[in-house]
């Protein structure tokens, strides 16, 4: 029998997380004090982050240890498997091997909690009481209610307001698991309450939400923000997925020579990814192409401009340099809620910008198609953001199969779609609709932007 499934045991589970920083051919740029225009120090940082996760936001060692607690809850639903998709490469009829690491396995359906619990546990060490977060979708809201109900810790939630409306089921897990959700603009923070005084019928965006979160956890002596992606300590959690997917492709006796993953803020990506690319920058294996595939309605990678930014459009958080279509650019309503973030992590523009990894854009329809297709070979129902890497798998095997070439393809299938059937309706009855990004708008943002000396 051929075989399609790849399985670790608990022992075979990674120990220590892979921190990439401690490999890159140059330092990414400092996070800079909006006030001063200087790199921050990590005292700046306290108000909003435990100390330990400061430290790994700035550590250069190479691994660093998963701690006992955490290690124990990720053996819940980790090791994740590694697929072999071979129905799917029939139906493409392509020379091509695609494998498919699956994190949909998880309580809350996605990577998310691979950082959701290792953050409430740094801050429950450390006598935080209170998590503050944004979420859009809610898959980043879901994960860290997730943790914070195993920590004990008490999270609200700021949730983009529209999908506080237009997705209930989110909020209601968020809700069972004990958080409180607030929608995003509020009456609670200034943020909020500035915005609403502009117009109140601001549905919201993640850049309004960090801000909110940022606000209230900044001014409470007991609570601290948590964020589900872009930071260098949430890409380094995540990194576990690539590690073990090392291991797996070992057993399968193969290496990719394309690995793809979709990006909101990148840390899914980061995580199939840097593992991978460790052994290619330390000169160990050379040959691999990483694909970053992005939505065309919010296209930081490919369309944004690469500078200092702030995370969030009430310029509350330090600045740091990404690819970034502007603080204050409210991307088109796509069902893929956890793409829609205006930029990118900050080691992932970097290496963008060092050749080390290429980026697509594609557009919402294409990727419904390129994940019904998964779904009816695989049997797996994607997350629509999960679509953007299967349609960059596909169009991969596609090449393979005009080029006639077999090569290894390797992509996170980072979420399943269980909470997005919406979504698969409206697609299923002809309503979605492509929407690219407004370059007017872009303009506009990117014009707004900090000058930085
Ligand atoms: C949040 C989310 C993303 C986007 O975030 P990244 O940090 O880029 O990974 C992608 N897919 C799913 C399923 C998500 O929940």
Redo the contacts with the bound molecule.
Sequence with gaps: MDTVKYTLSESQMPTAWYNISADLPSPIPPVLNPGTGQPISPDDLAPLFPEELIKQEVSRDRFIEIPEEVHSIYCQWRPTPLYRARRLEKALDTPAKIYYKY??VSPT????PNTSVPQAYYNQKEGVKRLITET??G??GS?LAFAGALFGLDVEVYMVKISYEQKPYRRAMMETFGARVIASPSERTDAGRKILQENPDNLGSLGIAIGEAVEVAAQNEDAKYAL???LNH??LH?TIIGQEALTQLEQAGDYPDILV???????????IAFPFMGAKVRGEKSSIKFIAVEPAACPSLTKGKYTYDFGDSAHLTPLVKMHTLGNSFVPEGIH????R?HGM?PLLSHLLELGLIEARAEKQLDCFAAGTTFARTEGIL?????N?AVKGAIDEALRCKEEGVSKTILFNL????HFDMQAYMDYQAGLLRDTEYSAAEVAMALAGLPVVG
């Design positions: 994190e949909g359906g996605s990577h998310k859009g979708a898959q980043w994960s589900g992606s872009v949430v890409l995540q993953g979709c990006t909101g803020g990148g840390s899914n990506f980061a995580g893929s809620g956890g793409l973030y992590a994607p997350a629509p953001e999960a953007h980072c979420g399943h779609g």
